[in-house]
């Protein structure tokens, strides 16, 4: 049985207009940087801050928290000009996983500056439907590497990581949940990424989105 859904946030339980992969190239590209589609595409799912040392080539940490800084700026911008909200049917499912006896919580390469406007702006309906939310730089590691699932368990009680469903619209999630051997990983085609992308990271299920996970 799934005791657990670890679940992304941008692309997979929330639509926000692609904008945080938009505000990133922006930031790399006014940083003097490329910030070309190929490039981007392969930091989505990553932490922002490595995301940005990475596509910047930045390695001066004060520097990285600068163009972070920026970044989280214009996304709140972004994000006032058009406000974020829940996926078709993703409400719906996370409501049926936890009555069913499945926690439900949301991780994301987002830091608190960002993660909790962003939900206090989304319905009651949504939050409600929620046991925990994960930050990367709460765990100090961003996706691929596992610890914000295993963070999850914690938070829930559950140890048993085959007890695990992952889903997430990009390889980086994908390969976050193979690291974690969760019983199900999941990728969901409602985000930036493709089919054939995602089934290359070796996903158990490839789904529209997070509303047919119960169906799981």
């Given at each position: 049985?799934?005791?657990?859904?670890a679940l992304d946030i941008?692309?997979?339980?929330?639509?926000?207009?692609?904008?945080?992969?938009?505000?990133?190239?922006?930031?790399?590209?006014?940083?003097?940087?490329?910030?070309?589609?190929?490039?981007?595409?392969?930091?989505?799912?990553?932490?922002?801050?490595?995301?940005?040392?990475?596509?910047?080539?930045?390695?001066?940490?004060?520097?990285?928290?600068?163009?972070?800084?920026?970044?989280?700026?214009?996304?709140?911008?972004?994000?006032?000009?058009?406000?974020?909200?829940?996926?078709?049917?993703?409400?719906?499912?996370?409501?049926?996983?936890?009555?069913?006896?499945?926690?439900?919580?949301?991780?994301?390469?987002?830091?608190?500056?960002?993660?909790?406007?962003?939900?206090?702006?989304?319905?009651?309906?949504?939050?409600?439907?929620?046991?925990?939310?994960?930050?990367?730089?709460?765990?100090?590691?961003?996706?691929?590497?596992?610890?914000?699932?295993?963070?999850?368990?914690?938070?829930?009680?559950?140890?048993?990581?085959?007890?695990?469903?992952?889903?997430?619209?990009?390889?980086?999630?994908?390969?976050?949940?193979?690291?974690?051997?969760?019983?199900?990983?999941?990728?969901?085609?409602?985000?930036?990424?493709?089919?054939?992308e995602l089934l290359a990271?070796?996903?158990?299920?490839?789904?529209?989105?997070?509303?047919?996970?119960?169906?799981?």
């Amino acid at each position: 049985m799934i005791r657990l859904a670890a679940l992304d946030i941008a692309g997979t339980t929330v639509d926000e207009g692609g904008a945080v992969y938009r505000v990133l190239a922006e930031v790399v590209r006014e940083a003097g940087h490329a910030g070309d589609d190929a490039a981007i595409r392969r930091w989505m799912g990553a932490d922002k801050r490595e995301a940005l040392a990475a596509l910047t080539g930045c390695g001066d940490p004060a520097h990285v928290e600068e163009l972070h800084d920026a970044f989280v700026a214009a996304l709140a911008d972004a994000y006032a000009a058009a406000p974020p909200r829940p996926l078709p049917g993703v409400t719906r499912a996370c409501a049926a996983l936890r009555a069913a006896g499945t926690a439900v919580v949301l991780t994301t390469g987002f830091d608190r500056q960002v993660t909790d406007p962003l939900l206090a702006a989304l319905p009651a309906a949504f939050t409600d439907a929620l046991d925990a939310v994960v930050c990367a730089e709460e765990v100090g590691a961003g996706r691929p590497d596992p610890a914000m699932v295993h963070r999850a368990m914690a938070l829930t009680g559950v140890e048993d990581p085959g007890a695990v469903l992952t889903a997430g619209d990009t390889v980086l999630d994908v390969q976050a949940g193979r690291n974690a051997a969760a019983g199900r990983v999941v990728a969901v085609l409602s985000g930036a990424q493709t089919r054939a992308e995602l089934l290359a990271a070796g996903p158990t299920d490839v789904v529209d989105g997070v509303a047919d996970l119960p169906g799981l």
